[in-house]
């Protein structure tokens, strides 16, 4: 059983940067990013796979967000910039130690381990 602890939340005016950490106790392939906004769907932000680094962002974050990862500290990052309001939301990091293809890390199915979530707000 792997556990995943997210840092990093909080609250930052719109146009500004929070970077989130997902912090793993054991190994994992793929880890992802999605967040859950009040009354609304968890929706995908981002993945990485670990060995090579490949990434895939959702289509409302890129430009804004990046994802990253330090293998040697079993760590993935989530830097978000030019933060809009509609960011807001609880952010979930995600992660398996399965091999999948690129096209079903948007997929909340595809992940075996999640993290309690860690809460994002972006003022106006």
């Known amino acids: 059983q792997v556990q995943l602890v997210e840092s990093g939340g909080g609250l930052v005016q719109a146009g500004g940067s929070l970077r989130l950490s997902c912090a793993a106790s054991?190994?994992?392939?793929?880890v992802g990013w999605f967040r859950q906004a009040p009354g609304k769907e968890r929706e995908f932000v981002a993945a990485?796979?670990?060995?090579?680094?490949?990434?895939r962002l959702a289509d409302s974050v890129k430009g804004r967000f990046t994802i990253s990862r330090d293998n040697a500290k079993n760590t993935v990052y989530l830097q978000m910039n030019s933060l809009k309001p509609e960011d807001t939301a609880v952010y979930y990091c995600a992660a398996t130690g399965s091999y999948s293809s690129s096209s079903r890390w948007s997929w909340m199915e595809s992940y075996d381990y999640w993290g309690q979530g860690t809460q994002v707000t972006i003022s106006s």
């Open positions: 990485i796979r670990r060995v090579d680094g490949s990434t």
């Open positions: 054991g190994p994992t392939n793929v």
